[in-house]
Structure formats: structure tokens, C-alpha cells
């Protein structure tokens, strides 16, 4: 594991620093006091203090996103974090993606940024699987953005956040006063024409504004800027980007095949997400 990341990572049960050890082919985290984490032979290690109180995306959601982001459907966002990132500062030492999945866009910041080295935490398994091979210079946890994060005070220059939970609190805390917060959300045209069609989650008209209330007793929004595409999909596409959301949960398979069936192809489909750059208070 990169010893940059490692040196930024704190043990969850009791907040002292981290060093990694091994013993013939294993792998671990271990601290002062003994508490000791393994590195799974998937190259991410887990940072959970107990159990969480859910597992996060499923295999299929994260098979489902890998194939959509691999297609190159959603490099506009990863774009636009990475130029957002290249305008922070000069020194990149910790990018942190809190709710990483399968760590693309932290890869595309990475690829941008060739100083940085890159923190993608996530509470999935099978997310931080394909997280920890996304670049060279990506670290992988198994961390619940709910709990206090494994991370150091101020080790991070740049968090990322993209359609992820958020927890102000300690995001401020792992933040550096002169980093900044990236946070993606959709906004409210974002695949605007399968929301009826196929029965999909509809996004709030006010997301944004409660986002940035949310974070407001941590951060000052700096600036905001909405990111468009219009994608054509074939049939199949459109289910594998149902399949990689959250109406995943929420829809039948049988009548979600017959719906898209009925669309027709090719599919126009409106991406547009919210990028929000936002400075530590």
C-alpha cells in the first residue's frame, strides 16, 4: 500500500496512526496499540469499527456501473472534477472519494494530478474490488462516511464526493483549510426522460439547496457549475444504467425489461449533474 496513504490513515478503534506489516504473503494495518486490519487479497483494507449497518451496492449495481462508466458515458463528470481539482493548489500529497464506488472518477483526478496520491473509500465490497486496481496510485478502505472516517485531521487536499452520502462534519475534519470539498449531485434534468417512462426516482427540484444546507455549518459553497450531455443508448445501455442507480432497489426487473422494451432504439437520455466546489470554513 502507498506509504503517503498510510501515513494519513488512523485506526478506527482507537484514532492512533497506522503502519503496515506483513507476514509471509498477508498483509495488514496494525497501530500502537495492536488493533490490526488485513489487507484482503483484493488489494483494499478494512477500516470498519464493527459492522455496518448495510453492506452498500450490490455486486450486480457495481458490475452494472463498471460497464456503464467503461462505455465512457459519464467522462464528462470525471472531467469536470478533474479540472475543478488542477485549480486547488500547487501540492496534491491526499485526494480523498468518500463513497468512491468503482473509483474512475478518483483515477481520472489522479491521472490529472501526477503528484497525488488517491484515498477511495466506500462501505461496498465488491466496489472497492475493482477500486483498488482503478490506478496505480490508488489506496482502497472499507470505511461507512456515516462513522468517523479512518483518516488523519487535515490530510486531505481535495475530497471528492459524487452522488454519494455526505457528512459535513467530518469531511470538514479531514479536509485542509486551504482544500476543497468536489461534490456531484444530479440536477434536476438528469436522465429526465426515463424518470416516467420507466418509473424511476425522480430527483428533488431542492436538492442542491439542501446539499448545501446540510454543509453549510462546515463549508461555504465557492462556486457551482452544471455539466450536460445527451447520451444514445441502446436498450441494453439503459438497463445497465437502471441497474447501477438507486431505482435499482426500487424496480421490478420483469416490468422495468418490458418498459425499455417499449422506447424503443436508439434511447436519448440527458445526463446533467452539479458540481459544487466548496472551501472549509
Not at 14 to 33: D, K, M, N
Not at 220 to 239: D, F, I, K, P, Q
Not at 244 to 249: I, V
Amino acid at each position: 500500500m502507498d506509504p503517503c496513504v498510510v501515513g494519513r490513515l488512523r485506526c478506527p478503534v482507537c484514532g492512533e496512526p497506522l503502519t503496515e506489516v506483513s507476514t509471509g504473503a498477508s498483509h495488514a494495518l496494525r497501530c500502537p496499540r495492536r488493533h490490526s486490519f488485513d489487507v484482503a487479497r483484493h488489494g483494499y483494507v478494512n477500516l470498519l469499527a464493527g459492522r455496518a449497518p448495510h453492506g452498500g451496492d450490490t455486486a450486480e449495481m457495481v458490475a452494472a456501473r463498471a460497464d456503464f462508466l467503461a462505455a465512457g458515458h459519464y467522462d464528462l463528470i470525471s472531467a469536470a472534477l478533474a479540472d475543478a481539482a488542477g485549480g486547488i493548489g500547487d501540492t496534491y500529497p491526499l485526494v480523498v472519494d468518500a463513497g468512491a464506488g468503482t473509483g474512475r472518477h478518483l483515477a481520472a483526478v489522479l491521472a490529472a494530478l501526477p503528484e497525488a496520491a488517491g484515498l477511495a473509500l466506500d462501505v461496498s465490497k465488491p466496489a472497492l474490488r475493482r477500486a483498488a486496481r482503478a490506478h496505480p496510485r490508488v489506496t482502497a478502505a472499507l470505511a461507512d462516511t456515516w462513522q468517523r472516517l479512518p483518516v488523519a485531521d487535515a490530510a486531505a487536499t481535495v475530497l471528492l464526493n459524487v452522488f454519494a452520502p455526505r457528512n459535513g462534519a467530518e469531511f470538514r475534519r479531514i479536509l485542509d483549510p486551504a482544500g476543497r470539498l468536489l461534490v456531484v449531485i444530479p440536477a434536476a434534468d438528469h436522465l429526465t426522460e426515463l424518470v416516467d417512462a420507466l418509473g424511476l426516482l425522480r430527483v428533488d427540484p431542492a436538492k442542491a439547496d439542501r446539499v448545501t444546507g446540510s454543509l453549510g455549518g462546515h463549508f461555504t459553497e465557492e462556486s457551482a457549475a452544471v455539466h450536460r450531455r445527451e447520451l444514445t443508448l441502446a436498450g441494453t445501455e439503459v438497463a445497465t444504467l437502471v441497474g447501477m442507480g438507486p431505482s435499482a432497489w426500487h424496480t421490478d426487473p420483469a416490468g422495468l425489461a418490458a418498459r425499455i422494451t417499449a422506447l424503443g432504439e436508439p434511447v436519448r437520455v440527458t445526463v446533467a449533474v452539479r458540481l459544487g466546489v466548496y472551501r472549509p470554513k
